[in-house]
């Protein structure tokens, strides 16, 4: 059985990872010197200066919980547009990886097949009129 989920980047998320990753200080510009704490209104800038680079990059983050149907991801989604800015929301289906080939990708520690997410395509039926 599939799990599915969201991934992509939300000005949320990002915010989040920029406030974890954002220094409290700033260099001195001497050498020797210790580095300078900065103030609130310099750290909220760096802050909002680092979402910026984070909203503008390639890196996504898992934004839902697992579902075990692909349409709960794409209603996640789907409401994940509506309520503010992201970026590149796909749905993913955790299974087993291949390679090239379609032959199973094997972990060679443990030699059992890698399990990873995967776009999530679904399959083309047809319509019956």
Known sequence: MSTFAVFGMTADVALAEARK???TTRPSGKAGCPPLEMTITEWNEAVDKQV???MRGKKM???SPAFDAPQ???QFA???RKTGNCRDLRVRAKCTLTDAEGQPIINK???APRVGWVDYQPEMTPKVA
Do not use: H, N
């Open 52 to 54: 910026d680079k984070i």
């Open 72 to 74: 709960f991801a794409e």
């Open 78 to 80: 789907e409401l994940a």
């Open 109 to 111: 520690k443990t030699k």
């Open 21 to 23: 990753i954002t220094k």
């Open 61 to 63: 983050r898992q934004l």
